[in-house]
């Protein structure tokens, strides 16, 4: 059974950094694709952004391109997101989630394991 662990959340005033990771354990961390998302209050759970296992791929939705980056060490089975230049609309929990392949997706229900989240809230 897969687990997934964040944690490097917080609390940042607009304009700051964060950088949540993410730790995968029950199994060997395979060739699957990995990916972030975040839910804010109130709202649907959405796409931030996902890597492939090669880390040759990488995907961001529009609203966090060029301020975040993600990033993978498949050798200590992790998966970060350097989060710059917060926003207090980043605000949300952000999950971390594993694919099932090397396919990179954007849809949560293509994501069959789940992490338990973690806080992120940036005040303005």
């Known amino acids: 059974q897969v687990q997934l662990v964040e944690s490097g959340g917080g609390w940042v005033q607009a304009g700051g950094s964060l950088s949540p990771s993410c730790v995968a354990s029950?199994?060997?961390?395979?060739?699957?694709?990995m990916a972030w998302f975040r839910q804010a209050r109130g709202k649907q759970r959405e796409f931030v952004s996902g890597?492939?296992?090669?880390?040759?791929?990488?995907d961001y939705a529009d609203s966090v391109k060029g301020r975040f980056t993600i990033s993978r060490d498949n050798a200590k089975n992790t998966v970060a997101l350097q989060m710059n230049n917060l926003k207090p609309e980043d605000t949300a929990v952000y999950f971390c989630?594993?694919?099932?392949?090397?396919?990179?997706?954007?849809?949560?229900?293509?994501?069959?394991?789940w992490g338990q989240g973690t806080q992120v809230t940036v005040s303005s």
């Open positions: 989630a594993e694919a099932r392949d090397v396919i990179l997706r954007r849809h949560s229900y293509e994501y069959p394991y």
């Open positions: 890597v492939t296992w090669t880390s040759e791929s990488t």
């Open positions: 029950g199994r060997t961390f395979s060739t699957s694709s």
